[in-house]
């Protein structure tokens, strides 16, 4: 399983950034895949969730309202549009995925099996 992460950047407090995870070597029927983002001296922290087969989706509150993730089956990739975005976004931002989903697992970055390289959001004030 590979997982590709793409689409960092500088931008503007206020402004939007989309960043998609290029998925390969596996087929998803049966996983989650995540967003999550580590700050400079911080824990990774869960972003963005979403169940392949269902479509369900997960958000952490900070985001809520300004991030939207969603998939594309065909091109087996994973988005997460950022509008709104806050100096306090700013940080790396991994894709990563996780076997077999559950409630108490898809938000705990230590349960996924598979990770991409990330990706640098860094947001101006």
């Known amino acids: 399983v590979q997982l590709q992460a793409f689409g960092g950047g500088l931008v503007q407090a206020g402004g939007s950034l989309r960043l998609s995870c290029a998925t390969s070597g596996h087929t998803f029927s049966n996983y989650a895949v995540g967003w999550f983002r580590q700050a400079p001296g911080k824990e990774r922290d869960f972003v963005a969730a979403?169940?392949?087969?269902?479509?369900?989706?997960y958000y952490a509150d900070s985001v809520k309202g300004r991030f939207t993730i969603s998939r594309d089956n065909a091109k087996r990739t994973v988005s997460l549009q950022m509008n709104s975005l806050k100096p306090e976004d700013t940080a790396v931002y991994y894709c990563?995925?996780?076997?077999?989903?559950?409630?108490?697992?898809?938000?705990?970055?230590?349960?996924?099996?598979?990770w991409g390289q990330g990706t640098k959001v860094t947001v101006s004030s």
């Open positions: 979403i169940r392949w087969s269902t479509g369900s989706i």
């Open positions: 990563a995925a996780l076997s077999a989903p559950i409630l108490t697992t898809i938000r705990l970055p230590d349960k996924y099996h598979y």
